[in-house]
């Protein structure tokens, strides 16, 4: 199946599939895995580096999105595999760091809570400190392999410990390996909240950011750009790739019909640990009715994230709403299964959508293609309907001209 997805990826020349993870089985809600393992919430979950390897095999241009979070990981041994994984696809790798605000993925790494928020940041800046210090500890020029005289490196210096103390990690290196195709895979951050955003404007080439509202996604923008050029980089060279659920069909009644299924699919004990998992808060404890904002702030003050389904609640209804269970799960259902957000019509109606997006937001970066129904006929619908119907409007490309994703992305 994921060799099937990467051809047909590839034959619509798209960027990147990409993969985001989680370690843990959802156990936040009712303090249980049991609704999670029953209605198969956010599991399972392959670790994708080794289907990658295997997708790289039947393609040659579309490159892959790796997840892994620095909260847990080690970043000697993530360097490593992300430096491998590049030499196997040619160049083709990225690397998603996420800090996660998951209980469960928290647990299963030997943490009794999640991180503080801020802390979660710092761990992760530091990680990738780490990690471009270990890709650029062998130069590139490095390697003679001379077959006469046996000398793999005849300058040794061009080979090169880090010797990093820091606060998270203590890594001497270098890194045990051949510098890959890009040196650095290529960096995806998502942090929407203030410290999140001055964090990935450290390091990022483009931000993966969540499918908010319209005016949402301009200041997203607007405050990214304003970090960016404070470390001084320039905001045009870093995309923004929003978050689309997307349902493409022959016709606008054909695609609507498809989206209303969407309310089928998650029944209110999957939605709740769905909810649960993502936010790190229990919601299974919610009185029968509260105030939104009050709610938020306790969420919040857990370490959990401050930006999730609450928040967009405070956003849309304001500070004063008030709010009973039921109507909080109603909301729940439409986003855990991204029904509110879904762009339902036929390939001119989802590019006109596109477009004023795209626009609307400085015309730098992108949009992935969240989360289809059914493998792999909606992104066949995707390649078969909105890809030329872009490539008409000019808007996309006919062919890659890059020869790594890196390339290819700044196209």
């Not at 045009?236 to 695609?255: C, H, K, N, R, Y």
Request: with cysteine; proline share 5%.
């Amino acid at each position: 199946m994921f060799e099937e997805i990467a051809q047909l990826a590839e034959r619509g020349c798209i960027d990147m599939l990409f993969f985001g993870d989680g370690t843990g089985i959802p156990n936040t809600w009712k303090n249980s895995e049991e609704d999670a393992v029953r209605w198969g919430i956010g599991w399972p979950r392959q670790d994708m580096s080794p289907y990658i390897a295997l997708m790289s095999r039947v393609t040659q241009h579309v490159g892959f999105g790796l997840t892994y979070a620095s909260t847990f990981m080690h970043p000697y041994y993530v360097a490593r595999l992300l430096n491998s994984l590049d030499h196997i696809t040619d160049g083709r790798m990225a690397f998603n760091i996420v800090t996660s605000t998951r209980r469960a993925d928290a647990a299963n790494f030997g943490f009794d809570e999640l991180m503080e928020h801020d802390a979660r940041y710092d761990r992760m800046e530091e990680f990738v400190d780490v990690c471009k210090a270990l890709w650029h500890s062998v130069d590139s020029d490095a390697f003679e392999w001379n077959h006469d005289t046996g000398v793999v490196v005849a300058d040794p210096a061009k080979v090169r410990p880090i010797n990093h103390k820091g606060r998270y990690f203590k890594v001497r290196g270098p890194l045990s390996a051949v510098p890959s195709p890009q040196v650095e895979p290529v960096l995806l951050q998502a942090g929407g909240s203030p410290r999140g955003i001055e964090a990935l404007s450290g390091f990022a080439e483009h931000v993966f950011a969540a499918n908010l509202p319209l005016p949402q996604k301009t200041r997203q923008r607007s405050l990214t750009d304003a970090a960016l050029l404070k470390r001084g980089r320039n905001p045009a060279l870093v995309g923004m790739l929003f978050q689309m659920p997307m349902i493409v069909a022959e016709s606008a009644q054909e695609a609507t019909a498809h989206k209303e299924k969407l309310l089928e699919m998650i029944p209110a004990e999957g939605v709740g640990a769905y909810l649960s998992h993502n936010s790190g808060y229990d919601f299974s404890k919610l009185p029968s009715r509260f105030k939104v904002a009050d709610l938020n702030r306790e969420v919040a003050a857990t370490g959990a994230s401050p930006v999730g389904l609450l928040h967009q609640l405070v956003l849309a209804y304001g500070e004063d709403v008030e709010m009973t269970r039921e109507e909080f799960f109603l909301h729940g259902l439409r986003s855990a299964t991204g029904y509110e957000r879904t762009i339902a019509g036929d390939a001119r109606q989802v590019a006109d959508h596109l477009e004023a997006e795209f626009e609307a937001t400085g015309e730098r970066g992108g949009f992935m293609v969240s989360h289809p129904q059914a493998t792999p006929r909606d992104l066949l619908n995707i390649v078969d309907f909105l890809v030329p119907e872009l490539q008409r409007r000019g808007r996309f490309r006919t062919r890659y001209t890059g020869s790594t994703l890196r390339e290819n992305l700044l196209d």
